[in-house]
Nanobody, 125 residues
Framework: QVQLVESGGGLVQAGGSLRLSCAASGRTITWYAMGWFRQAPGKEREFVAAISWRGVNTYYADSVKGRFTISRDNAKNTVYLQMNSLKPEDTAVYYC??????????????????WGQGTQVTVSS
């Protein structure tokens, strides 16, 4: 079982940037797609971005496309989410997650088996 720990969240003004990190331990994430999800107060958890195991393929929610970039460093067992041009509606707890099966690439919550504890991102207007 892999353990995931997110970091990098915080308070930022609209238009600003943050870089989230997700450090994995317990086993390698090299062969697993990784994803970022977020959950705002009173709302369901939603997909943000996903990256294939080799980092060749990436997918984004329409709401973040062109502003967020997901990347990974398998040597460091770490996944990143660069968030630019942040908006107040990006305010949420951000979670990283590891795919259930090797070489998969899902965008649904059910496709992911391991989750971090989340990191809060707050964007002020």
């Amino acid at each position: 079982q892999v353990q995931l720990v997110e970091s990098g969240g915080g308070l930022v003004q609209a238009g600003g940037s943050l870089r989230l990190s997700c450090a994995a331990s317990g086993r390698t994430i090299t062969w697993y797609a990784m994803g970022w999800f977020r959950q705002a107060p009173g709302k369901e958890r939603e997909f943000v971005a996903a990256i294939s195991w080799r980092g060749v393929n990436t997918y984004y929610a329409d709401s973040v496309k062109g502003r967020f970039t997901i990347s990974r460093d398998n040597a460091k067992n770490t996944v990143y989410l660069q968030m630019n041009s942040l908006k107040p509606e990006d305010t949420a707890v951000y979670y990283c997650a590891a795919e259930k099966v090797k070489y998969g690439l899902g965008t649904n919550i059910a496709d992911f088996a391991s989750w971090g504890q989340g990191t809060q991102v707050t964007v002020s207007s």
